[in-house]
């Protein structure tokens, strides 16, 4: 079976600049999770989703951050315009039940420059 | 400060060693995770647990709710077991996910 996959693995762009970052789920799991880890701080939770909905999304640092998953299989998170705070690693990860194990996928470092 | 608290932050062990992580959090959870991140890797979730122990090969995790401490236990250390050791719990309220800093454990041979 598949793990959690994200696209890109890497990605630079400028201050300003727009990215989107996708993940792909395991099949059949209806909760997915989007964290985010800055340099030298600890994980941070963005938002969950469960199948298509946003159940929380308290962790989103602001407006620039618009996070989709239409259809309920997986998602996007889109940052416009980038600032250079921007930067780190953006993880997702999905699990079939709230209460379930999550597992994680590898994560897309951004690079703001 | 942070709700989650992981101490030490770093930690070097001889091969063989018993290895102990320790997190402490300050909010009320409905689970606890330990988390494991390899150099240049990605995170792998070790155990989830709620109350009591759990034990998978040489790796326990305790918790004690009353507390709101958790340890991660590593009886015979090796060197592939050399990475970074993550607390994350979820919170009671709501769905709230706060994680520590993360251990970053070097076992030598």
């Known amino acids: 079976e598949a793990g959690v996959t994200q696209f890109p693995s890497h990605s630079v762009i400028e201050k300003g600049q727009t990215v989107t970052l996708r993940c792909d789920p395991i099949s059949g799991h209806d909760n997915l999770y989007w964290y985010r880890r800055v340099m030298g701080k600890e994980i941070k939770f963005l938002l969950h989703?469960?199948?298509?909905?946003?159940?929380?999304e308290s962790g989103m640092p602001n407006n620039r951050f618009l996070a989709e998953r239409t259809g309920g299989t997986y998602s996007t998170l889109k940052v416009q315009p980038a600032e250079l705070e921007d930067s780190g690693v953006y993880f997702c990860?999905?699990?079939?039940?709230?209460?379930?194990?999550?597992?994680f996928g590898p994560g897309t470092r951004l690079t703001v420059l | 400060k942070n709700e989650v608290e992981q101490s030490p932050q770093n930690l070097t062990a001889q091969e063989g060693e018993f290895i102990t992580i320790n997190c402490s959090y300050s909010v009320g959870i409905s689970a606890l995770h330990w988390l494991q991140q390899h150099p240049g890797g990605g995170i792998v979730s070790l155990f989830m647990l709620s109350s009591g122990k759990k034990k998978h090969g040489r790796l326990i995790a305790t918790i004690n709710i009353q507390e709101k401490h958790s340890s991660l236990h590593i009886t015979a250390s090796h060197p592939r077991d050399s990475a970074v050791y993550i607390c994350a719990v979820r919170t009671n309220t709501g769905n709230q996910f706060y994680f520590g800093t993360g251990t970053s454990l070097t076992v030598i041979p």
């Open positions: 990860a999905s699990s079939q039940f709230r209460t379930d194990t999550q597992y």
């Open positions: 989703f469960v199948k298509e909905s946003k159940q929380d």
